[in-house]
């Protein structure tokens, strides 16, 4: 039985793993997901990114890893903002991390922005090595979330931090009526428009309602090894920014 109903949710169906589900899910959209998650957000999206990373500045972080990198863009703000020496983008899908080559090759930052393929909770990479680590909407999509957190944890130093964006359903109920309107009828419209796979955005409402939000996941990063975690919402408390030290 799963510890959070997230990691039951699946895209396509019920006898493959969620890992290749996952996998095969963003070789798919790779080809459309920056437009895609740019249009869904309203643009918001690339706002929250930079947010994050303002917040992260304080602790000038000089490796960073960048978990379900996906197309780069979290880690190339990351690089453009922060100015660290190294930094390492991690992914299950190699569609996505390709279009995030291609960007990251066009922008000149090669030397400095890596990619790799890794299983957040089987990271091929070693303890205390980390300064930072960084996830934008993808945590969701671990088949475990403490063995992912945990994973994590192990490669960021004493004193490193994690930067968490993720999608999450408003409390507030007149924002949470909007939120199940735009997801219920906007994204599938959407989707229809300009992705291949519709049950990819199907998925999505999906994995964001059974996602733990709130005092849940600050529960969930304290029982992983982290400590004074932060929380802040954005946009209609439609996303959530956490982050929490090791």
Request: a neutral charge; hydrophobic letters at 40%; one cysteine or more.
């Amino acid at each position: 039985m799963s510890e959070f109903k997230c990691e039951d949710v699946l895209p396509y169906n019920s006898h493959e793993c969620k890992k290749e589900q996952i996998s095969k899910m963003f070789d798919h959209i790779a080809g459309t997901y920056d437009p895609m998650n740019h249009l869904m957000s309203l643009g918001q999206d690339r706002r929250w990114r930079r947010k994050a990373i303002e917040r992260l500045a304080s602790f000038n972080p000089q490796r960073i890893l960048d978990v379900a990198t996906g197309t780069g863009d979290f880690a190339i703000v990351a690089s453009l903002s922060l100015q660290a020496d190294y930094l390492l983008g991690v992914d299950i899908s190699e569609g996505m991390m390709n279009v995030g080559r291609d960007k990251v090759q066009k922008l000149g930052l090669s030397e400095k922005i890596h990619f790799q393929y890794g299983d957040a909770t089987e990271l091929p990479l070693e303890s205390d090595s980390f300064d930072a680590a960084t996830i934008a909407f993808g945590v969701r999509n671990f088949s475990s979330l403490s063995k992912g957190l945990k994973e994590i944890n192990r490669t960021l130093r004493k004193g490193g931090v994690i930067a968490i964006l993720e999608m999450t359903e408003p409390e507030n109920w007149i924002f949470k009526l909007g939120y199940k309107f735009y997801t219920k009828i906007g994204i599938p419209v959407l989707a229809k428009l300009i992705s291949k796979d519709q049950l990819a955005y199907d998925y999505l409402p999906n994995s964001i309602a059974a996602f733990p939000q709130g005092e849940e996941m600050r529960k969930l990063l304290l029982n992983c090894g982290f400590s004074s975690v932060e929380i802040k919402k954005f946009t209609f408390q439609t996303c959530t920014f956490y982050l929490a030290i090791k």
